[in-house]
């Protein structure tokens, strides 16, 4: 605590619950005392104290200067133990389940509103199946039908000995083998539910302090104050059982395709029969996916139906049949080429190219009606990100099975003459081969970009000298402070390169598929004939397509190694996890679970409990993405606590980021909202801060405008008496450090209104038992 910190005008406890932002921190570098005790908590999620703290409410009198600080520490949430490491897997799934979350606001189109989350969430059951169809694609196609069928594949292999099919044992059918190895991909869906269930229990399972009275349809209370927002436990219960169910019969599909031909008989009415059971339970998921959203005006703990909670085993059991019917010998059956069905990937890419399509014909009918000139890509940003999604799960399908092709064939090219194998679908080669397209075209924004920075810089050294006009010039600190500047304001230009590349995939995505269907072989075979120049151009772009896509799987399997075994790779990789783990599971429950789900629970439950017991004042100061923490927990707060709360954000992305990637949920009307619902807030941005800014909410009803005048970085612009060493430029960090900091805080607790007489007995058995373990 600083004792520069002016004395509140009102006596009385008063506490400051900090926030950390991404990235993680410790309590002890947060309270800035290596001896810190956890009040309340576990291991997971906790608030800390000082040790000389704890019994801060007994001694009113030592605290007078300023308030008791404690610390909200959540960074296991998103990067705790090694299991983490699995999420990198579920990136696809993460990115389209922030889709979800970026209409825009129509509230008078409710209509528009639940289609929207409808193709979203049919977009996130698309990808499920296209990660289930690469593992069949990489397990049954290449290693136990191309690679195990053929001897030139399988000499060497001992690990395919057994089921080679010139060893003629009884695995060597083409039918038992796919019967073996269709246990990978089974796994792996297994293994998804698995981790979906686990995070479910953990995370879901938190209860806000709101009560289970369901708000009427005309609460004027933003989406994020609503009794269940924070509350999915339905919803992802119901898109998990829907998923599994999908993963299991994308499997079973692909078994019961292959010897389709060679069915004869009873097997050909089994395998009618299957395939009419496979349709039906497929039909069911869909009805599962599409038809029921997100309950948030009241905290849902209904159980779905029984129709619903038993699709996965319905569809274990039609994949167990499938495997019997697959397994089963037919003479004469031999397994050349690629295995039958392959189309699949060409069906799913158009399927989510029309999805994509119509989201964004949703997203501009939801943005007529409430235009923003603020909100990325005027709307478009949820379709956008969308196709990302899309793009991303493509880059891992095809990666994985480029990969695992490149490393059975020896040194050939799969699909070509000299190689014993036909290679993956023509599509995955097509798609690598618009990746080095792809990232030539990106070359073009990133220099304009370039440029743009550095014009920047060079007109923002008159504004540099003018904030420091009491200093003399230095060309060298004033061209640093510059373009830290002109960096900084690179992230607003974010929507226009993510634009670029979103339509630039769609677009080449378009033209990949449209090769591969007219073609039906790979670009170097299907351009051979062509002028020499193009002829090469094409056999280049393949080659380096399926490096680059191979060498990028790789690359995301030695991430993912790293993270397991270093606690410290562990927690970078958890920065990505903390911007894009924010939001609940309403699109995709395989995505890493929402960290905010307990965040912001334990949150509301610890300023309830101590404003409940104590009567006092509470600053709740978030920094970074801690501020989006902390502006959700008070928007679930009580209307009597929300009078003995202040809110301080610093650093803080509220408009910059989330005001304008989810506008429905942060946008002006939102942010102008949480302005009149809390006592006060003061928001403090630095020019050289390329995450926080201001949130825009100007003065309104006698309230001041949230914004404080911008701070200056450095603090210092050269040596002085009281700096007699250079500053540096904090940029994103350390806005304690700031003198206008504490002025800030103590202003807010000023207008707080004074301490209550404190409350024993009930109040504080209360709360302890909301609270949990406290040692206070």
């Given at each position: ?26 309590p002890?570098?947060?309270?800035h005392?290596p ?33 008791v ?21 579920l990136?696809?799934?993460m ?9 825009p ?28 169809a ?21 000499d ?8 080679s ?34 995070t ?9 302090p ?24 339905r919803?992802v ?53 599409c ?15 029984a ?15 499938t495997?019997l019917?697959t ?13 039958p ?18 989201l ?13 000139p603020?909100?990325?890509?005027a ?5 956008a990100?969308?196709?990302?999604a ?10 994985v ?88 304001s ?12 979103s ?69 970078t ?7 894009g783990?924010f ?48 502006a ?16 301080l954000?610093?650093g ?20 102008r ?7 006060c ?37 050269g ?10 430029l ?11 900091f ?11 209104l ?18 949990g373990?406290?040692?206070?």
């Amino acid at each position: 605590m600083s004792p520069a910190t002016p004395a509140p005008e009102h006596g009385g406890a008063a506490l400051e619950l900090l926030v950390h932002g991404v990235g993680g921190a410790t309590p002890q570098s947060m309270l800035h005392d290596p001896r810190t005790v956890r009040v309340t908590g576990d291991e997971t999620a906790a608030v800390h104290r000082r040790a000389d703290d704890l019994d801060a409410e007994d001694h009113p009198g030592r605290y007078a200067a300023g308030p008791v600080p404690e610390a909200y520490v959540w960074s296991n949430l998103t990067s705790g133990d090694g299991a983490r490491a699995l999420w990198l897997l579920l990136l696809p799934f993460m990115v389209v389940n922030l889709a979800h979350w970026m209409r825009p606001p129509a509230p008078e189109r409710p209509g528009l509103v639940r289609f929207y989350g409808v193709l979203v969430r049919l977009l996130a059951l698309s990808l499920t199946v296209l990660l289930t169809a690469a593992v069949c694609e990489v397990a049954l196609d290449l290693t136990a039908w191309q690679c195990a069928g053929t001897t030139a594949c399988a000499d060497g292999r001992a690990w395919l000995g057994f089921v080679s099919a010139d060893r003629a044992g009884w695995w060597s059918g083409p039918g038992r083998r796919l019967a073996l190895a269709a246990v990978l991909p089974a796994a792996l869906v297994a293994l998804l539910w698995y981790l979906s269930r686990r995070t479910w229990s953990a995370y879901e399972a938190q209860r806000p302090p709101t009560g289970d009275a369901p708000a009427p349809s005309d609460d004027p209370r933003p989406a994020l104050g609503r009794p269940g927002f924070w509350y999915g436990r339905r919803l992802v219960a119901r898109l998990r059982a829907a998923h599994t169910a999908a993963g299991f019969l994308t499997v079973a599909g692909a078994l019961v395709v292959a010897p389709a031909r060679h069915d004869t008989g009873g097997l050909a009415a089994t395998g009618l029969a299957l395939r009419a059971a496979l349709a039906v339970c497929a039909a069911l998921v869909l009805w599962a996916v599409c038809g029921r959203g997100r309950s948030e005006r009241r905290l849902d703990q209904r159980v779905e139906s029984a129709l619903v909670t038993r699709l996965p085993a319905a569809a274990l059991c039609l994949l167990a049949l499938t495997v019997l019917h697959t397994g089963w010998a037919r003479p004469g059956w031999t397994s050349a080429g690629t295995l039958p069905g392959s189309a699949v990937f060409g069906m799913l890419t158009v399927a989510q190219g029309g999805l994509v399509v119509a989201l964004g014909a949703v997203a501009l009918l939801l943005q007529r009606a409430r235009r923003d000139p603020r909100t990325a890509l005027a709307g478009l940003g949820g379709p956008a990100t969308a196709m990302l999604a899309c793009a991303l799960a493509g880059v891992m399908s095809g990666g994985v099975a480029q990969w695992v092709a490149d490393r059975l064939d020896g040194g050939a090219t799969p699909g070509t003459g000299g190689s014993p194998l036909a290679g993956p679908p023509v599509l995955l080669s097509w798609q690598a081969s618009v990746i080095p397209v792809l990232l030539l075209l990106l070359l073009v924004p990133a220099a304009l970009l370039g440029v743009r920075t550095a014009l920047a810089a060079r007109r923002l050294r008159a504004a540099v000298e003018a904030d420091y006009a009491a200093e003399r010039p230095d060309p060298v600190r004033t061209g640093q402070i510059a373009a830290s500047r002109a960096r900084a304001s690179l992230t607003d230009s974010t929507p226009v390169l993510i634009g670029v590349v979103s339509g630039t995939t769609l677009l080449l995505g378009a033209a990949s598929v449209a090769g591969a269907w007219a073609s039906d072989q790979v670009p170097g075979s299907a351009f051979s004939g062509a002028h020499p120049a193009i002829a090469a151009l094409a056999t280049t772009t393949q080659a380096l397509g399926s490096w680059m896509i191979g060498f990028g799987f790789l690359l995301f399997v030695t991430w993912g190694r790293r993270a397991y075994r270093d606690a410290h790779a562990r927690r970078t990789i958890g920065i990505l996890w903390d911007v894009g783990t924010f939001w609940p599971r309403a699109a995709h429950p395989f995505a890493p679970p929402c960290y905010a789900e307990r965040a912001v629970p334990d949150l509301t439950w610890r300023m309830c409990s101590w404003t409940g017991r104590t009567g006092g004042r509470l600053v709740i100061s978030g920094h970074s993405q801690g501020s989006v923490l902390a502006a959700a927990a008070v928007w679930q707060l009580p209307s009597a606590t929300r009078a003995r709360v202040a809110l301080l954000t610093h650093g803080s992305p509220l408009e910059r980021l989330y005001g304008r990637w989810f506008p429905a949920y942060f946008g002006p009307d939102a942010l102008r909202g949480l302005h009149r619902a809390v006592h006060c807030w003061t928001n403090l941005y630095r020019a050289t801060d390329p995450i926080g800014g201001p949130v825009r909410v100007p003065a309104e009803d006698g309230r001041p405008g949230v914004d404080a005048p911008v701070l200056r970085d450095p603090v210092a612009y050269g040596r002085t008496r009281d700096h007699p060493l250079p500053e540096p430029l904090l940029g994103h960090s350390d806005y304690p450090a700031d003198p206008a900091f504490a002025t800030c805080r103590a202003g807010l607790l000023d207008r707080l209104l004074p301490a209550l007489p404190r409350q024993r007995g009930v109040d504080e058995a209360a709360d302890q038992g909301s609270s949990g373990r406290s040692s206070g």
